[in-house]
């Protein structure tokens, strides 16, 4: 019979003759010429995150953005016709039809809803 043992070393530098002194040393050794405030300061930041172009941040990915918001909302909607007012989210999927009249108030695209002529709207702020 053939008994094979493995010995396997730790590898959690317990062992080892000079321990590891871990990354932190390596950064506390390197010398800074600048300080970090110096670092971060407008002149060496490409854009101003303190204030964003409304315009610029309108323009990315609702993802994207400084601060992630969502490019849809809901609308008060009134039908010319008997001038009841319907709540419409903007992207809306299916027809939007008046409740007294059955008028169609607004149609589906396949983002924004596309509201019909003569059909007056406000968007609702929360």
């Not at 800074?32 to 941040?57: A, G, K, R």
């Not at 010319?80 to 939007?96: G, M, Y």
Request: charged fraction near 25%; charge should be positive; glycine fraction near 6%.
């Amino acid at each position: 019979f053939f008994f094979f043992f493995f010995f396997f070393q730790a590898e959690d530098g317990i062992r080892d003759r000079s321990p590891s002194r871990g990354l932190g040393d390596v950064y506390k050794r390197q010398v800074s010429t600048q300080s970090t405030w110096d670092y971060y300061s407008q002149e060496n930041m490409d854009i101003d995150l303190l204030h964003p172009d409304p315009v610029e941040e309108a323009r990315k990915n609702k993802l994207k953005r400084l601060v992630q918001s969502p490019n849809s909302y809901f609308l008060d909607v009134r039908c010319p016709k008997c001038n009841q007012i319907v709540v419409v989210f903007s992207h809306a999927q299916t027809v939007i039809k008046c409740a007294e009249c059955d008028d169609i108030l607004c149609v589906p695209t396949g983002g924004k809803c596309k509201l019909e002529t003569g059909v007056g709207f406000r968007r609702k702020h929360y």
